[in-house]
């Protein structure tokens, strides 16, 4: 990728895999589904059972050939996010609560300014995170080590 396509590239992504989206442009317009797999790095997304191409594979080791009907990546732009309430499709904006957390709600013409869940599917860690300290993990005595005073200045490096 070029210097003037990766300037492009989307920094706030307001789509998330698992969100249930409406195709706005191309042959499947109209249609909703989940996005299956976003791919930060071309700006598209894949959603389950849309954009449908075949494909032409040729016959290998270990695997057979054919022609394959694969879901190809539409580009972000042309999905937007289905309003819970409303079942449109609707802009993406970002609220926060009194409590401080923050929510995606529904924006634009239309729509229910509801909050927009976020997806269960990245709630679901892929590697769960280590029980057991590891080698390179450092030791909780270590760490609740207390080396700084700062009434008495304990601690400090001379200057």
């Not at 969100?19 to 959603?47: E, W």
Request: hydrophobic share 35%.
């Amino acid at each position: 990728m070029g210097w003037k396509a990766a300037e492009k590239l989307i920094r706030h992504w307001k789509v998330l895999r698992g969100d249930n989206v409406m195709i706005i442009r191309g042959k499947d317009k109209g249609d909703t589904g989940i996005i299956k797999r976003v791919i930060r790095s071309q700006n598209r997304v894949i959603v389950e059972g849309k954009n449908l191409v075949k494909k032409h594979i040729k016959q290998g080791q270990g695997h057979e050939g054919g022609i394959f009907t694969v879901e190809a990546p539409l580009h972000a732009s042309n999905v937007q996010v289905v309003d819970p309430v409303t079942g449109r499709a609707c802009k993406v904006g970002v609220r926060y609560l009194e409590d401080g957390t923050k929510v995606r709600v529904s924006r634009g013409i239309g729509a229910s300014g509801s909050i927009i869940p976020r997806p269960e599917i990245l709630k679901i860690r892929t590697t769960p995170r280590p029980t057991l300290a590891g080698p390179k993990d450092t030791p909780m005595n270590v760490v609740l080590e207390k080396t700084y005073d700062a009434k008495i200045g304990k601690g400090m490096a001379e200057l």
